[in-house]
């Protein structure tokens, strides 16, 4: 895991844009896969600042989002095709048409979830993995005790998770408890990933996933398995961590 260390939110989002613009420029057909969550969000806003100034585009793109929450519809203000529809697609030459989220509103999450891994199979696959990271080291909504080899899936949400995603709705009694989201499996055959991660609170996390052995009780471990991952990591995250290299 190569890791890049920067000041501030604001530098791990600049950051974090830089390198998915210049993969874009390079390979305009390239299959992204997406975050949701607070962390990629000043991303998200490089990302339109730029096509919006430099005419990036995004029109030959492909997206695969992580995760949906069951139960809410894509109109539902806190549900993820809304996050990413206000936070990135609306404002970029990206064809929606191309912008792949599973449905946690359907009547068989199990089918939905067998036909979301198989289209991202039948796009052969995500190119660049964007990820953020829970306190508890879920990567996509795999709570500690997914199997490594799991596919799309559905999930009941950690307590905590559930406690920290409440942030984002009226009352925490509002947060689904449950789940659609990619594997574990699914998120190791990206051929490469981007991991962001900011602020004092991620700290213990970001060492965990460091100095840590690789466990299922701690699901982000995993990805020191993968040959290619960048973690961009700020200041706050990384205070006084000794960086194995
Ligand atoms: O970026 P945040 O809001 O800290 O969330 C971390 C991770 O948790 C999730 O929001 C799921 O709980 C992921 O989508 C995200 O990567």
């Known amino acids: 895991m190569k890791i890049l260390e920067v000041k ?8 974090a ?35 919006q100034k430099n005419g990036t585009s995004y029109r030959r793109v492909t997206t695969f989002n992580l995760d949906e929450y069951i139960g809410l519809s894509e109109e539902n ?3 993820y095709r809304y996050y990413m529809n206000e936070n990135l697609f609306n404002h970029i030459d990206i064809e929606k048409s191309r912008t792949f989220i599973p449905r946690g509103d359907v009547d068989d999450i199990q ?12 796009h052969s696959g995500i190119d660049l993995q964007v990820l953020g990271i829970g306190s508890n080291g879920h990567i996509g909504f795999n709570e500690p005790g997914t199997l490594f080899e799991s596919s799309t899936h559905i999930v009941n949400l950690a307590p905590s998770t559930i ?5 984002f709705f ?43 052995d ?19 990591a700020d200041e706050a995250a990384v205070k006084d961590i000794k960086i194995p290299r």
């Open 8 to 15: 501030d939110y604001q530098q791990m989002s600049n950051k």
């Open 17 to 51: 844009a830089e390198y998915i613009i210049e993969k874009v420029i390079r390979f305009p057909s390239i299959k992204l896969g997406l975050a949701t969550g607070g962390t990629p969000i000043g991303t998200y806003k490089k990302l339109i600042e730029d096509h």
């Open 77 to 79: 203000k806190n549900s």
């Open 111 to 122: 089918k939905e979830s067998l036909y979301y891994e198989d289209l991202i199979a039948k």
């Open 163 to 167: 406690q920290a995603n409440a942030r």
């Open 170 to 212: 009226n009352r925490v009694k509002e947060v689904p408890t449950k789940a659609i989201t990619m594997g574990i499996a699914t998120i190791m055959k990206s051929k490469e990933i981007l991991l962001l991660i900011s602020g004092e609170e991620k700290r213990e996390t970001l060492f965990r996933l460091l100095n840590g």
């Open 214 to 232: 690789v466990n299922i009780g701690f699901p982000a471990s995993v990805l020191k398995n993968h040959p290619f991952v960048t973690i961009i």
